[in-house]
């Protein structure tokens, strides 16, 4: 069973498209991520939620939103694409915990390239 | 604001060799989490190992172990006994609370091992 799964894996579209990136754990974690790979392999974070509730909203554009029906799933929603979009967005998830112990768990990453 | 620093943007290292990656880290919370992730060719995020600031002795976990000197904010990866597979780019990684235990990545190294 796969811990952490994201579809698509591959997504090419035009800019000015709207796009989804759909994400769910079953490892019961209650805290989901969003972090997106440049081309120089810079992990950045984008947005986590814990138990359905945003903790983090680094500076994204608001053409991008982030939507958690429930803590084992956290889309992420696309408007208007731009070139620079083009990255490999990794959903993630973890066990809060207060040793700060729990490793990150990552799917396998949603290539995107807006042509 | 909590910050990694990998300093090696590329390694090379003869198979079977030791190699050393390094990261430091600089947090002002005295609880902290600090990982090792591997991402090969393919993409995948690997988590490697994990130390805790309150930890007394330095983590292993097969053939990796973390340096780990507090005093120096350093958490050096070794990897003993290099082979092909260990070609990949490795990341280090920090949780504390000040940033809401989300996970804050270094630019990573790029390991080389040569046959």
């Known amino acids: 069973d796969t811990a952490v799964s994201q579809t698509p894996k591959y997504l090419v579209t035009q800019m000015g498209n709207d796009k989804s990136i759909k994400c769910e754990q079953n490892l019961g974690h209650d805290t989901m991520y969003w972090y997106k790979q440049d081309s120089k392999k810079f992990l950045k974070i984008m947005f986590s939620y814990n138990n359905k509730e945003l903790i983090i909203n680094e500076t994204v554009p608001n053409r991008f939103s982030p939507k958690s029906p429930d803590k084992a799933h956290l889309n992420l929603h696309i408007n208007s694409l731009e070139l620079g979009d083009s990255a490999v967005y990794f959903c993630?998830?973890?066990?809060?915990?207060?040793?700060?112990?729990?490793?990150?768990?990552f799917g396998e990453g949603s290539r995107l390239t807006v042509l | 604001a909590q910050k990694i620093t990998q300093t090696q943007p590329g390694m090379f290292v003869q198979e079977k060799e030791a190699v050393t990656l390094d990261c430091t880290y600089d947090t002002s919370d005295p609880s902290y989490g600090l990982f090792w992730y591997k991402q090969p060719s393919s993409g995948e995020m690997i988590f490697l190992i994990y130390?805790?600031?309150?930890?007394?002795q330095n983590a292993t976990e097969g053939r990796y172990s973390l340096n780990f000197q507090k005093a120096r904010k350093s958490a050096n990866l070794v990897i003993s006994a290099s082979q092909l597979g260990d070609s990949a780019m490795y990341f280090c990684a920090m949780r504390d609370h000040n940033y809401g235990q989300n996970f804050v990545f270094g630019p990573g190294t790029r390991l080389s091992v040569l046959p």
């Open positions: 993630a998830s973890s066990q809060r915990l207060a040793e700060n112990t729990g490793e990150l768990f």
């Open positions: 130390q805790g600031s309150y930890d007394q």
